[in-house]
């Protein structure tokens, strides 16, 4: 949905209702995010609150795009609202909000105004990195009985800890401003000792010396994140604040042959359980109200 732009609209309140129905917007980074968010968890609020990927408003898309096209809605007197990855702290070097173990705090901080929700975990796709959603999609692509949760939630554990070094060493290499690591770089790894020797003997050193001295830095400080000593669940959970979610659907899908785009199907059946973020849904809601 566009801004309105002009002195007419903004001064004739009717023609934004009779544009808009008076419904708020919420912009999200991608078409992707925009199918979980309002096609799917949230379709039963959309008398009371829209999604639109930001491109539609601005032309590009990400969480740039979000906080742009917040701006430009308000700015042109429309409500607004958007919805974007913590990976954007790191995007624009907010390293203090990137090391951030503190959910108050981290959550108190709200960088881009009270309007812009920054996920808590790293990104979309983590929220989908579900230990029940993922196994229930597993077992009926395999055909095979669905495993116990706990089981579940070791093996992506396990997943998790691999991707702390491959989360340190792209930290390492946004700070120097040289290519990071794809997220299917460890999916042939079966660990974290296996991903960390790659990145020590055939990674760094085809990177600036600098990279090297980073990335001993930030491995401590991804590290900080994990809950040692917790239940395996909640360690998933806090790990999920730093590593990649795409990463780790990527490893799981890797492990257990799985060659299908999961992030649709793991939407609905998050949906399906009842089990939709209660983050993300007391922010849809508190719109909702408005």
């Given at each position: 949905m566009g801004a309105v732009k002009g002195g007419e609209a903004l001064g004739n309140p009717d023609r934004?209702?009779?544009?808009?129905?008076?419904?708020?917007?919420?912009?999200?980074?991608?078409?992707?995010?925009?199918?979980?968010?309002?096609?799917?968890?949230?379709?039963?609020?959309?008398s009371r609150v829209e999604f639109q990927p930001a491109a539609s408003q601005c032309g590009f898309a990400g969480c740039s795009a979000v906080i742009q096209a917040v701006g430009d809605e308000r700015a042109a007197g429309n409500p607004a609202w958007g919805?974007?990855?913590?990976?954007?702290?790191?995007?624009?070097?907010?390293?203090?909000?990137?090391?951030?173990?503190?959910?108050?705090?981290y959550e108190?901080?709200?960088?881009?105004?009270?309007?812009?929700?920054?996920?808590?975990?790293?990104?979309?796709?983590?929220?989908?990195?579900?230990?029940?959603?993922?196994?229930?999609?597993r077992s009926e692509l395999s055909r095979q009985s669905p495993r116990p949760v706990a089981a579940v939630d070791e093996e992506l554990l396990n997943h998790c800890q691999a991707l702390?070094?491959?989360?340190?060493?792209?930290?390492?290499?946004?700070?120097?401003?040289?290519?990071?690591?794809?997220?299917?770089?460890?999916?042939?790894?079966?660990?974290?000792?296996?991903?960390?020797?790659?990145?020590?003997?055939?990674?760094?050193?085809?990177k600036p010396e600098q990279v090297a001295t980073m990335y001993r830095k930030h491995l401590p400080l991804v590290d900080a994140f994990d809950l040692v000593g917790a239940t395996p669940k909640d360690r998933v959970s806090r790990?999920?604040?730093?590593?990649?979610?795409?990463?780790?659907?990527?490893?799981?899908?890797?492990s257990h042959h799985i060659n299908v785009d999961l992030k649709g199907l793991l939407a609905n059946r998050i949906k399906e359980q009842n089990r939709v973020p209660d983050e993300i849904t007391r922010f849809v809601e508190e719109i909702a109200s408005v």
């Open positions: 934004l209702v009779a544009r808009y129905g008076g419904v708020p917007v919420i912009y999200v980074e991608s078409d992707e995010d925009h199918y979980v968010f309002g096609e799917c968890w949230f379709k039963d609020r959309l919805i974007v990855d913590r990976d954007v702290v790191m995007s624009l070097n907010l390293w203090h909000l990137v090391h951030e173990t503190d959910d108050t705090r108190q901080a709200k960088p881009f105004g009270a309007e812009v929700k920054v996920l808590r975990l790293w990104e979309m796709e983590s929220y989908l990195a579900d230990a029940r959603a993922l196994e229930q999609c702390v070094p491959h989360a340190a060493m792209n930290a390492a290499c946004h700070e120097i401003r040289v290519g990071g690591l794809p997220d299917g770089m460890t999916d042939r790894f079966p660990s974290r000792a296996a991903v960390e020797r790659n990145i020590e003997t055939t990674i760094l050193p085809t790990l999920l604040r730093r590593v990649a979610g795409k990463a780790v659907l990527k490893r799981f899908s890797a």
